[in-house]
């Protein structure tokens, strides 16, 4: 991980004419959380793996405070949490918890689709989602899943802040993070680039009709059944294990 320089040996900024000092762009415990973030995203730390906030302290070369503050955040996103008296540990999801965040993510981005659809930015919109499917397209020529998983991930972030409602915004922001681990997780449980494109390409055509109820019956077959597609790619995995071993 990236050393992050220990907030004593920064200048200390002047203070203005209101009293007030000028806020850094991001505290020392907002970049401790993006490094631990990535970490776990990119699969650095196990799910269930524990995280010891003097060892963390140790590598980032700063004190306890800013690591408890940012394993704190992260707890507030999901991707970790905290077990009493025994410390704090990525979050392993199970099929209850994936059911319950495309739940969420059916019930926030529908919505979204209501609101974007009933707008004079609907052609803009459509247009800024068929680029970023044409650059799965792209990805995908490269075999590249993880390019697809964060084009994927735009995708829709792009769909629900077109809504232009804060509190909407606000509440699909809470369950990024989630997504994100969960499609980290159930990658290997699609049948492949392709069908994954073309269910964007779909939706995207259905967002361009009158029709919102059909959008909003495409909506939960876009995304599948997070269930079947994590027994799947946990099928996968340990088939590619069996085969390193052998």
Request: glycine share 6%; hydrophobic share 40%; with cysteine.
């Amino acid at each position: 991980m990236t050393s992050i320089e220990p907030a004593g040996r920064r200048a200390t900024p002047k203070r203005g004419t209101n009293g007030f000092k000028p806020l850094p762009r991001q505290t020392l415990s907002g970049q401790i959380a993006e490094e631990i973030r990535t970490a776990i995203l990119e699969h650095k730390f196990g799910l269930g793996a524990q995280l010891n906030e003097q060892e963390l302290a140790e590598q980032f070369r700063v004190s306890r405070g800013p690591v408890r503050e940012a394993l704190q955040r992260l707890i507030q996103e999901g991707l970790v949490v905290s077990a009493p008296h025994r410390g704090v540990f990525v979050t392993e999801l199970n099929s209850s918890d994936l059911a319950d965040i495309y739940l969420a993510r059916e019930t926030l981005e529908g919505a979204a689709i209501r609101i974007v659809m009933q707008s004079e930015r609907l052609f803009e919109v459509r247009r800024l989602l068929t680029r970023i499917t044409e650059d799965m397209g792209e990805a995908a020529k490269r075999d590249d899943w993880l390019a697809i998983t964060e084009l994927d991930l735009r995708f829709h972030r792009e769909l629900v802040a077109a809504s232009q409602s804060p509190r909407l915004i606000r509440m699909y922001t809470t369950v990024q993070a989630e997504t994100k681990l969960c499609l980290h997780m159930l990658i290997g449980g699609y049948r492949g680039s392709d069908a994954f494109i073309e269910e964007h390409r779909r939706l995207v055509a259905l967002l361009g009709g009158d029709d919102v109820d059909q959008v909003l019956d495409e909506l939960p077959r876009h995304f599948g059944d997070p269930s079947k597609n994590l027994n799947t790619a946990n099928r996968r995995r340990d088939r590619r294990k069996k085969n390193k071993a052998a």
